[in-house]
């Protein structure tokens, strides 16, 4: 079946910090990937997505690109700040299906 | 509305009990979803709603789990002789069709004790 794996948290960085978070996948054919991001006391919200390989996501300074050839779309940030610190999720939606299986989530918390 | 809100935010009951758990999605979304997050799990996925066709229920880990959705725009979770295991936070999302861009409520927090 479907799946994603993601690296385990919590990460903890300092302002400025290079982020990566490890995101791969399992699915049969060409499926869409996304990040989710939950911020503190809020809901979900949608932070990029990629709909085909090779494609590039890319929303407040994060990206992630993907790569069929690892099944994998890691998110990555250059210069990270406190705000940026909350919960990502990973997920992916296969061709066909209705719903979005999610990763564990990876708790991040950046300090000034 | 503007957004997908659930009610209630938080719900502590106890174990054996009946609770319900409302979404109201954004006006115009035809698929609606639920989804549970227990603490260090990831968001599991519940049932889905889309339009008049018949749920998904794949996703509903046994039968004291229930929802219904009605006239294609709220729907209530119904979880029947609750057990501490249910204790999460219940999650509805609401799309304008299929799973692309979900927009997701705040959540409804469950303890049962």
């Known amino acids: 079946g479907n799946s994603v794996t993601q690296m385990e948290g919590p990460v903890t960085l300092s302002e400025e910090a290079f982020l990566t978070i490890n995101c791969t996948y399992t699915?049969?054919?060409?499926?869409?990937l996304f990040w989710y991001v939950q911020y503190p006391g809020e809901g979900l919200q949608l932070l990029l997505k990629?709909?085909?390989?090779?494609d590039k996501g890319s929303n407040k300074g994060f990206e992630a690109t993907y790569r069929k050839e690892t099944t994998s779309f890691h998110l990555e940030k250059g210069s990270v700040q406190v705000s940026d610190s909350a919960v990502y999720f990973c997920a992916l939606s296969s061709q066909g299906a209705q719903k979005l299986v999610f990763g564990q989530g990876t708790r991040l918390t950046i300090n000034p | 509305g503007a957004g997908v809100s659930q009610s209630p935010s938080n719900k502590v009951t106890e174990k054996g009990k009946d609770v319900e758990l409302r979404c109201d999605p954004i006006s115009g979304h035809t698929a609606l979803y639920w989804y549970r997050q227990s603490l260090g799990q990831g968001l599991e996925f519940l049932i889905y709603?889309?339009?008049?066709?018949?749920?998904?229920k794949s996703g509903l880990p046994s039968d004291r789990f229930s929802a219904e959705r009605t006239g294609g725009s709220v729907s209530t979770l119904t979880i029947q002789r609750t057990q501490q295991e249910d204790s999460a936070v219940y999650l509805c999302?609401?799309?304008?069709?299929?799973?692309?861009?979900?927009?997701f409520g705040a959540g409804s927090r469950l303890t049962v004790l």
């Open positions: 990629a709909t085909k390989a090779d």
């Open positions: 999302a609401s799309s304008t069709s299929g799973a692309n861009v979900l927009t």
């Open positions: 699915a049969t054919g060409y499926p869409s």
């Open positions: 709603f889309q339009g008049n066709s018949a749920p998904d």
